[in-house]
């Protein structure tokens, strides 16, 4: 039977539901990198901001084969090991003998700076709104001061991931070769904005919650938090046809499957960490990058964008792969095709997938072929049919 891994940290309420995954002979080294007196968009000033990231490979001698790919909804440094090479599965897009790669966490997934992990005055339901802007700066000064990377081959995100990849692309417009972006969008919109408001008042509607400032976890308010998740996960054919189930689970039922979301999402996610994370997928608009501080590179130069996707959007100088889900429920495959139309550069590609979202992250054998057999032709400059 095939094996294969799943790696978003959402998918593990799916995780019992699927085959068995295989055992990662990657080993990823462990990082930390602390700022100091970190100025959020927001204003607010946290006295010290932590991240943590992972590293596979080494750089090499000239310093120019390192790739970023920045993490999704509560991920861990991980959460890409399905995009690379590994005995069990040669069909890789990323060879950690050849390259760098560097996994960033987001700032609230419990790791890096979070409400969880954050003293007074910052701590829990007072810790500042991190915009995907504040990720993508924290993790470009870690880049060029800690790791002194002066390029990078590529930027390649999944989910949040894939917004943080937009904001590289307009924020730091020559700092890398080209960017991939996986079931993801650079501005979040209506429609996912109210999903996101849902999930956040099952776990506020929880009277433990207490505005954040809880003693124990609210549970209830947890449980409802992943049930509600559960329901935009996957496609609406993905449940018609009952792809939950697997070869070595064929009798599992539906109320095994919501059962599971209820008491098993993300296990041990703190709830004032989890409302961070939506905020910032929530705030996530290309549109609000600020203009260039003065002293900026000229090739990195750019103006306000005053709101305006489409002008942000419209400003990006590197190739573009941009693969939504087909039948993504978060982030609709119409606001990829309403965003390519002004991205100069833009190979769009829909991956042709019943399983919603997590398809961006490989989570059938299908979609793994897919990402992998068209990131490592793009990667390599060659051409893709595009679909603009």
């Known amino acids: ?31 930390e990198f602390v700022l100091h007196n970190f100025k959020t968009e927001s204003g607010v ?64 997934n419990g790791r890096s700076s979070s409400p969880s992990n954050t003293p007074e005055p910052f701590h829990g339901p007072r810790f500042p709104v991190m915009t995907i802007r504040d990720n993508v700066n924290a993790v470009h000064q870690m880049l060029t001061e800690q790791l002194h990377i002066k390029h990078l081959r590529a930027v390649i995100g999944f989910s949040m991931g894939a917004q943080q990849a937009f904001q590289w692309a307009v924020s730091y417009p020559t700092y890398m070769d080209r960017i991939v972006a996986t079931s993801g969008t650079a501005k979040t919109y209506g429609h996912g904005i109210v999903r996101l408001e849902g999930q956040i008042a099952a776990i506020t509607a929880d009277s433990t919650f207490n ?43 539906l109320q095994q499957v919501i059962d599971n979301a209820r008491h098993n999402f993300i296990p041990g996610a703190d709830a004032n960490n989890l409302i961070l994370q939506c905020r910032t997928w929530e705030a996530n608009n290309v549109g609000y990058t600020p203009a260039s501080a003065a002293g900026t590179p000229p ?3 750019h103006p306000a964008f005053n709101g305006d996707e489409k002008k942000a959007l419209a400003s990006i100088k590197v190739p573009v792969l941009y693969m939504p889900s087909a039948t993504d429920l978060y982030f609709p495959v119409t606001d990829a095709r309403y965003e390519a139309q002004y991205i100069p550069g833009v190979t769009l590609l829909p991956i042709p997938s019943l399983w919603g979202h997590p398809a961006g992250a490989g989570a059938s054998p299908a979609d793994k072929d897919f990402l992998n057999k068209n990131i490592t032709a793009f990667l390599a400059g060659e051409t893709i049919a595009t679909d603009k």
């Open 45 to 108: 000033v946290l006295p010290e901001a932590r991240i943590v990231y992972g590293t596979y490979g080494q750089l090499d001698a000239a310093g120019d084969n390192a790739i970023l790919l920045p993490s999704h909804y509560m991920a861990r440094l991980t959460g890409y090991e399905w995009l690379m090479k590994t005995p069990d599965y040669p069909n890789g897009a990323l060879d950690t003998t050849k390259l760098f790669l560097i996994t960033s966490e987001l700032f609230g």
């Open 1 to 31: 039977m095939h094996k294969h891994n799943f790696v978003l940290a959402l998918i593990l309420i799916a995780a019992p539901i699927l085959r068995a995954q295989t055992a990662s002979p990657l080993h990823p080294e462990q990082h």
């Open 211 to 253: 505005h954040g400032d809880y003693t124990a976890p609210p549970q209830k308010g947890l449980e409802a938090f992943g049930v509600v998740w559960l329901g935009w996960l996957h496609s609406q054919e993905w449940w018609r046809q009952e792809l939950w189930r697997s070869p070595d689970r064929p009798n599992l039922t």
């Open 299 to 301: 090739s990195e130069v």
